[in-house]
């Protein structure tokens, strides 16, 4: 309903080292090759920066779910390829790939969560780099699982509320709205 209404879902995350605005996509790998895939990296490419979106801001608390393997991105950096950080169970990060090794064999899955954390409309995509045996092969995913659909998005708010109309707080629990600032 909220984007049939024009509307943008924002997200937040936090964790022992970083909060703030992010996107949270799930990126599901399998593996389809006879021989042992090896996944060497993940990089994310920015295609644009721009300005959040204004209007109203209507806020809610966040809602449990499984745990899942984390890899955040902070786009609030000047670089263009931000660095992919593994988050801990406990909250603190690591370079990804440094921590551990993936490999997937035959019809095998694996799952991350990938979470970025910027102050912008950011659209980008993602590239995976693979190794079977000594042949290095790429792929670009976007938003649609293909290499050529629509970017992903990261849409933060402003951290200053007053460049809104209205602020309203939606408590899951009640069912209520509440005005926070008009």
Not at 23 to 50: D, F, M
Not at 71 to 97: A, N, Y
Not at 158 to 167: E, Q
Request: glycine share 8%.
């Amino acid at each position: 309903m909220l984007t049939a209404m024009g509307g943008q879902q924002l997200y937040w995350h936090t964790d022992t080292e970083t909060d703030g605005w992010s996107g949270t996509y799930l990126l599901s790998l399998t593996g389809n090759r006879r021989l042992p895939t090896q996944i060497t990296g993940i990089e994310l490419r920015v295609k644009e920066h721009r300005e959040p979106p204004s209007g109203a801001l209507l806020t809610a608390s966040a809602q449990g779910g499984e745990p899942i393997d984390t890899v955040l991105f902070d786009l609030r950096s000047e670089d263009k390829k931000p660095t992919p950080i593994l988050v801990k169970d406990d909250g603190t990060h690591v370079p990804l790939f440094t921590s551990q090794t993936t490999f997937l064999a035959e019809a095998e899955p694996k799952e991350w969560r990938i979470t970025t954390v910027g102050d912008c409309w950011c659209l980008w995509d993602l590239v995976i780099y693979t190794r079977v045996k000594n042949k290095i092969e790429s792929v670009v995913v976007r938003a649609d699982g293909t290499s050529n659909g629509p970017y992903f998005e990261t849409i933060s708010a402003f951290k200053d509320w007053k460049k809104y109309s209205t602020v309203h707080e939606l408590d899951l629990y009640t069912k209520r709205f509440k005005l926070v600032r008009s």
